[in-house]
């Protein structure tokens, strides 16, 4: 029995680990029931709000108790269990029990089968609808226009923030609804029950709340409109769903939030049957920060995981290191440009502008021009790996522009990246490579360096020194237009080339089972050989590979290589003794992984389109099947051609969107369904 299993969180606990958006690094008033105020710093994440006093004493709260704490290795608050004070909205537990939200879900019929569809660059419009939410005691503090200004405006909104980070190419539009003022994307119910108030707390309330929500949208707009490839289900590239509840929000002020409140997450709810199509998938606000309407930029940062997927980049919960506030998927949301926290929230970092294609990579030696990421600007990619897919360098130019304005520091801005550890639901396998998938460089080597206070930004220098002096940066100059030489001593040798789109979110086979895999694989003219592969594995092995130019690997003549290698959980590095040359313009890539303990024998991609190239089995006497995945496994070519660019939208999309897809990690995946792997002629 064929056995895929989603390592997607498809809602027993269902919260969601990338959803943990810390709260804004600033100073907030707490109110007491006994009608003292006091200023405290909001620190910790979703999962571990807590604050600091004045005076340095440090407070958790726990159902409206605030209660004295101690931090422990600087990043966690443990109770004491000395009371400080309650909260000024308290409620005794048995008045809080009440709060119900008073909706049933009904059972839901059997979804069809989902075919993903994934924003995979270029010119889009992207359309939302904001579902606003009232309860019986608390109602809405804004007005729709104002809410809709907020979120599609053409200037200090969601949109416009988008719109200048992807160089002109993403666009937000507003669903067109019949609610209120029809085509403002914005979409109202009350539910007769009282705000529920579960904050971070997310469970069987949250999941009720958010379904009613999107029960409500089915008879005020036509949601099949919106299924662009026809599969019945509403992917968010094809409609985002926002829940705005009223209330407050707490991620702006964690423990120190007026109630009733939410905390800002991206989830999944189990699919619900609306207006004739399916949908999951949604991210939740509240709709005020306190004194004032909800920021844009963690609006934003939830955005980014429900349409893109990206990863959280926060040192103490996510996968970046000292990005700080130069992101948005860490600290960035919260940049103020002299406005509310939040107001000007920092463009994307290089790493995820390339990732999504709203900037151009440039991998160059010599001299060297950036412009700023306000401008759509490019970033610099250093590669450290052979087969550029691994360890590398990206250069990016930070001004305090546009939504960058909120920058603590503009200059040229270094990250070191490790494609290998990766991110999602399956990437902890990866943590034996490293504990981070982004890094910001702060210590710099060479001469006449000056930075900002932070030493991320570099303002000037002679010389940078970077990767053990394998690079140097020479004549660096910020501004505008940045502008440097490089030089680098790693010369890599070809690409890692995959079907995949986004790192494994999945395994497939039978834990501690065989698995067989057949992958058909195009080549052309400009590979000069093919030297192996990497292998991401769910735990120890053995895995069997090899190139064959017939689909049988029994046929004497039509093997050209084969090898044997034990793998470890995470990527491994598998290459042939003796690569082949290849003659002719189609191989055959067949694996056989051979699990030493209960994992899986293949981790796969299910995000987005199959690419139709891939059959799996799990006996040696069975037929190979069809998938409707990928493996996440990467076929190491040595080439003398440049890199293939991301595919265009195909016929079927529209002109302002492209179809199926994911964005590239980088350049792991080539586009092997437009550009055929390039062969050398045999001689």
Same mark, same amino acid.
């Given at each position: 029995?064929?056995?895929?299993?989603?390592?997607?969180?498809?809602?027993?606990?269902?919260?969601?680990?990338?959803?943990?958006?810390?709260?804004?690094?600033?100073?907030?008033?707490?109110?007491? &029931?006994?009608?003292?105020?006091?200023?405290?710093?909001?620190?910790?994440?979703?999962?571990?709000?807590?604050?600091?006093?004045?005076?340095?004493?440090?407070?958790?709260?726990?159902?409206?108790?605030?209660?004295?704490?101690?931090?422990?290795?600087?990043?966690?608050?443990?109770?004491?269990?000395?009371?400080?004070?309650?909260?000024?909205?308290?409620?005794?537990?048995?008045?809080?029990?009440?709060?119900?939200?008073?909706?049933?879900?009904?059972?839901?019929?059997?979804?069809?089968?989902?075919?993903?569809?994934?924003?995979?660059?270029?010119?889009?419009?992207?359309?939302?609808?904001?579902?606003?939410?009232?309860?019986?005691?608390?109602?809405?503090?804004?007005?729709?226009?104002?809410?809709?200004?907020?979120?599609?405006?053409?200037?200090?909104?969601?949109?416009?923030?988008?719109?200048?980070?992807?160089?002109?190419?993403?666009?937000?539009?507003?669903?067109?609804?019949?609610?209120?003022?029809? $085509?403002?994307?914005?979409?109202?119910?009350?539910?007769?029950?009282?705000?529920?108030?579960?904050?971070?707390?997310?469970?069987?309330?949250?999941?009720?709340?958010?379904?009613?929500?999107?029960?409500?949208?089915?008879?005020?707009?036509?949601?099949?409109?919106?299924?662009?490839?026809?599969?019945?289900?509403?992917?968010?590239?094809?409609?985002?769903?926002?829940?705005?509840?009223?209330?407050?929000?707490?991620?702006?002020?964690?423990?120190?939030?007026?109630?009733?409140?939410?905390?800002?997450?991206?989830?999944?709810?189990?699919?619900?049957?609306?207006?004739?199509?399916?949908?999951?998938?949604?991210?939740?606000?509240?709709?005020?920060?306190?004194?004032?309407?909800?920021?844009?930029?963690?609006?934003?940062?939830?955005?980014?995981?429900?349409?893109?997927?990206?990863?959280?980049?926060?040192?103490?919960?996510?996968?970046?290191?000292?990005?700080?506030?130069?992101?948005?998927?860490?600290?960035?949301?919260?940049?103020?440009?002299?406005?509310?926290?939040?107001?000007?929230?920092?463009?994307?970092?290089?790493?995820?502008?390339?990732?999504?294609?709203?900037?151009?990579?440039?991998?160059?030696?010599?001299?060297?021009?950036?412009?700023?990421?306000?401008?759509?600007?490019?970033?610099?990619?250093?590669?450290?790996?052979?087969?550029?897919?691994?360890?590398?360098?990206?250069?990016?130019?930070?001004?305090?522009?546009?939504?960058?304005?909120?920058?603590?520091?503009?200059?040229?801005?270094?990250?070191?990246?490790?494609?290998?550890?990766?991110?999602?639901?399956?990437?902890?396998?990866?943590?034996?490579?490293?504990?981070?998938?982004?890094?910001?460089?702060?210590?710099?080597?060479?001469?006449?360096?000056?930075?900002?206070?932070?030493?991320?930004?570099?303002?000037?220098?002679?010389?940078?020194?970077?990767?053990?002096?394998?690079?140097?940066?020479?004549?660096?100059?910020?501004?505008?237009?940045?502008?440097?030489?490089?030089?680098?001593?790693?010369?890599?040798?070809?690409?890692?080339?995959?079907?995949?789109?986004?790192?494994?979110?999945?395994?497939?086979?039978?834990?501690?089972?065989?698995?067989?895999?057949?992958?058909?694989?195009?080549?052309?003219?400009?590979? &000069?050989?093919?030297?192996?592969?990497?292998?991401?594995?769910?735990?120890?092995?053995?895995?069997?590979?090899?190139?064959?130019?017939?689909?049988?690997?029994?046929?004497?003549?039509?093997?050209?290589?084969?090898?044997?290698?034990?793998?470890?959980?995470?990527?491994?590095?598998?290459?042939?003794?003796?690569?082949?040359?290849?003659?002719?313009?189609?191989?055959?890539?067949?694996?056989?992984?051979?699990?030493?303990?209960?994992?899986?024998?293949?981790?796969?991609?299910?995000?987005?389109?199959?690419?139709?190239?891939?059959?799996?089995?799990?006996?040696?006497?069975?037929?190979?099947?069809?998938?409707?995945?990928?493996?996440?496994?990467?076929?190491?070519?040595?080439?003398?051609?440049?890199?293939?660019?991301?595919?265009?939208?195909?016929?079927?999309?529209?002109?302002?969107?492209?179809?199926?897809?994911?964005?590239?990690? $980088?350049?792991?995946?080539?586009?092997?369904?437009?550009?055929?792997?390039?062969?050398?002629?045999?001689?």
């Amino acid at each position: 029995m064929i056995r895929i299993i989603f390592f997607s969180l498809f809602l027993t606990g269902w919260q969601l680990g990338h959803a943990q958006t810390p709260p804004a690094l600033e100073w907030a008033d707490l109110h007491l &029931l006994n009608g003292d105020s006091h200023r405290v710093m909001l620190l910790g994440s979703r999962s571990a709000p807590y604050m600091m006093l004045e005076d340095g004493r440090y407070l958790v709260e726990q159902q409206g108790i605030y209660y004295l704490a101690r931090l422990q290795n600087n990043r966690y608050a443990t109770n004491t269990g000395e009371e400080f004070g309650r909260s000024a909205s308290y409620q005794e537990p048995e008045e809080k029990e009440a709060r119900q939200v008073s909706s049933t879900v009904s059972a839901q019929a059997n979804p069809p089968v989902r075919t993903p569809y994934r924003y995979e660059g270029g010119a889009f419009e992207q359309p939302l609808v904001v579902i606003r939410v009232a309860f019986s005691d608390q109602g809405f503090e804004y007005s729709d226009a104002e809410i809709s200004a907020r979120i599609f405006g053409s200037s200090d909104s969601v949109s416009s923030y988008f719109f200048e980070g992807s160089g002109q190419q993403f666009r937000i539009v507003p669903a067109s609804e019949s609610d209120g003022t029809s $085509g403002d994307g914005i979409v109202r119910m009350t539910l007769s029950s009282a705000h529920p108030d579960f904050g971070s707390s997310y469970g069987t309330q949250s999941r009720n709340l958010v379904t009613s929500a999107v029960q409500a949208l089915g008879g005020k707009i036509n949601l099949s409109s919106y299924d662009r490839n026809g599969d019945s289900w509403l992917d968010p590239s094809e409609l985002g769903v926002i829940v705005l509840a009223a209330g407050f929000e707490q991620a702006y002020a964690s423990s120190a939030t007026t109630h009733p409140r939410v905390w800002a997450h991206k989830s999944s709810v189990p699919a619900v049957n609306t207006g004739g199509v399916w949908i999951s998938e949604y991210t939740m606000f509240g709709e005020q920060h306190e004194q004032h309407m909800a920021t844009i930029g963690l609006m934003a940062h939830e955005l980014g995981h429900l349409l893109f997927d990206l990863p959280d980049l926060y040192e103490s919960i996510g996968l970046g290191e000292s990005i700080g506030r130069w992101g948005l998927m860490s600290f960035g949301i919260w940049n103020s440009g002299g406005g509310n926290a939040g107001d000007k929230p920092a463009h994307l970092i290089g790493w995820s502008r390339e990732f999504l294609g709203f900037s151009d990579s440039v991998s160059d030696t010599g001299g060297i021009f950036l412009n700023s990421a306000t401008d759509g600007g490019e970033v610099l990619r250093i590669d450290l790996d052979d087969y550029r897919h691994g360890k590398r360098l990206m250069v990016e130019n930070r001004t305090r522009q546009g939504f960058d304005s909120g920058l603590p520091s503009e200059g040229l801005m270094i990250t070191e990246i490790d494609d290998w550890r990766g991110f999602g639901a399956l990437s902890s396998l990866a943590t034996r490579h490293s504990q981070r998938l982004v890094i910001a460089e702060t210590s710099h080597s060479g001469s006449d360096i000056s930075t900002d206070s932070s030493g991320i930004m570099i303002e000037s220098a002679s010389s940078v020194t970077l990767a053990g002096g394998k690079v140097t940066l020479t004549s660096v100059a910020s501004g505008d237009r940045a502008q440097l030489n490089v030089q680098s001593s790693i010369k890599p040798k070809g690409f890692a080339i995959g079907y995949d789109e986004l790192p494994a979110n999945a395994t497939w086979g039978a834990y501690g089972g065989d698995g067989y895999a057949l992958v058909t694989v195009p080549v052309s003219s400009d590979v &000069l050989s093919i030297d192996g592969i990497d292998f991401y594995a769910h735990g120890s092995g053995t895995v069997e590979f090899g190139l064959y130019t017939s689909a049988s690997r029994y046929s004497g003549e039509g093997r050209l290589v084969e090898k044997t290698s034990s793998v470890q959980e995470g990527w491994n590095r598998l290459l042939f003794d003796s690569p082949p040359e290849i003659p002719v313009d189609t191989i055959y890539l067949q694996i056989i992984s051979e699990p030493s303990g209960q994992h899986a024998p293949f981790l796969v991609d299910i995000q987005g389109t199959p690419s139709g190239k891939t059959k799996v089995k799990e006996r040696l006497d069975y037929a190979f099947a069809d998938a409707s995945f990928d493996l996440s496994v990467k076929l190491l070519v040595s080439s003398s051609d440049q890199p293939i660019e991301r595919a265009p939208a195909t016929a079927s999309s529209s002109s302002s969107s492209s179809s199926g897809g994911g964005g590239s990690m $980088g350049l792991l995946c080539l586009v092997l369904s437009i550009g055929l792997l390039r062969r050398r002629p045999v001689r």
